[in-house]
């Protein structure tokens, strides 16, 4: 039988301590049945939610790791041998069995990335999961219109990057976004085209909302929560809308605000929607044509982080955590 190295869950980890609960080993790899391919993975994508399916708490959409199996998320690779008839060998496919060097995938779990339309790891970040999840927060979810104010928190970061660049090449009047640290501030403004940036870390956020926003903002796509959240809440337009997208400061961040402060949405009527991306699957054909368009323009810029080698996953997913990478956070496995 075969066998691959894999990430294993070996304990629960403690706020975005997590590269201590990790350990490598080896599991095996099933032999292949009709359908089947044997992918040999080159990049893995590193993501909140895999914070969050360490933890032993309910999902709503998705399933836990247990302690001593492996981890599991999104991964490009190359087929290198095939029992199907739609993936061939020398095939570069997406699919969900990543965090493992080599995975068994049924075709029917696989999609071929179109390496003419975007490099490998653009298939994992703008026209992958991370580039979806900023288009459907923003048009369907937050039904951005062409004019409207946007600010964007966890701007330095994956979907965040996406979102607040797309917002821009959609028509928003002026395009906003907080990260930590001048640095990534410094690249939304210089490269990726923010009309500002704020520190959240130094930053007396409310003000700087404000003097930002004069008139308000009109989007809110929100992939922090906390206190982020308080601050934009009082700086919306009347009537202006949020697009719930994620909270990643749940994961270290012990000072929360308290349920009270939702009163804002009342006072300014403000229109607060949560989405889960899988929803908008029908929208993807669409996605992939306009990004793929940014892309090939130079109109999108699509930045990694990219950690080396299998044994430095938890140190990429620690980095996410802590803030320290920069756009999409991937490991590299092989060429
Ligand atoms: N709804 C969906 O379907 C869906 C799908 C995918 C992802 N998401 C969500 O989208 C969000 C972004 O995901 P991503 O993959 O793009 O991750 P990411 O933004 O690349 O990485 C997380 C970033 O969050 C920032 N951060 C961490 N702790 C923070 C804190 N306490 N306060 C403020 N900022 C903090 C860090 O940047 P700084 O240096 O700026 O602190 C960090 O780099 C997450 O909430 C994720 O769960 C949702």
Redesign the pocket.
């Known amino acids: 039988m075969k066998e691959t190295t894999a990430v294993l869950l070996a304990r629960r980890p403690e706020g975005t301590k997590v590269a201590e609960a990790l350990t490598l080993g080896t599991i095996p790899l099933p032999d292949l049945t009709p359908g089947a391919v044997l992918v040999r993975n080159q990049y893995m994508s590193v993501?909140?939610?895999t914070r969050?399916r360490m933890d032993p708490g309910e999902k709503q959409y998705t399933t836990n790791f247990e302690i001593g199996g492996p981890l599991d998320g999104s991964a490009i690779g190359i087929v290198v041998e095939s029992e199907s008839s739609i993936l061939p060998v020398g095939a570069t496919v997406r699919h969900r069995s990543g965090w493992r060097e080599f995975a068994v995938v049924d075709d029917s779990a696989a999609t071929i990335c179109d390496l003419a339309k975007a490099p490998a790891t653009s298939w994992l970040s703008a026209m992958g999961?991370?580039g979806f999840?900023a288009y459907?927060?923003l048009l369907p979810v937050g039904e951005l219109k062409p004019g409207e104010t946007v600010f964007v928190?966890?701007?330095?970061?994956?979907?965040?990057s996406m979102a607040g660049q797309f917002a821009r090449l959609m028509g928003a009047s002026t395009v906003i976004g907080?990260?930590?640290?001048a640095p990534?501030c410094a690249w939304l403004t210089d490269e990726c085209g923010f009309d500002a940036a704020i520190d959240?870390?130094t930053a007396d956020m409310r003000a700087a909302l404000g003097e930002a926003f004069p008139d308000g903002i009109d989007l809110f796509f929100d992939?922090?929560g906390?206190w982020?959240l308080v601050h934009a809440l009082h700086n919306m337009t009347i009537h202006g809308r949020i697009s719930m997208?994620?909270?990643?400061?749940n994961?270290?961040?012990k000072d929360q605000p308290s349920m009270a402060e939702l009163i804002e949405t009342v006072l300014r009527r403000v229109t607060i929607r949560?989405?889960?991306?899988?929803d908008f699957e029908p929208l993807r054909p669409e996605f992939e044509e306009r990004v793929s368009g940014w892309l090939a323009s130079g109109d999108l810029v699509d930045r990694a982080t990219v950690f080396e080698g299998i044994e430095n996953a938890g140190a990429g997913l620690e980095g996410?955590?802590?803030?320290?990478?920069l756009?999409?956070?991937l490991i590299h496995l092989s060429d």
Do not use: E, H, M, W
């Open positions: 993501d909140p939610s969050g999961q991370t999840t459907a927060g928190t966890g701007a330095g970061g994956a979907v965040g907080s990260a930590g640290g990534k959240y870390r992939n922090v906390g982020q997208c994620g909270a990643v400061s994961f270290g961040t949560g989405f889960i991306v899988r996410l955590l802590n803030g320290a990478n756009g999409k956070a």
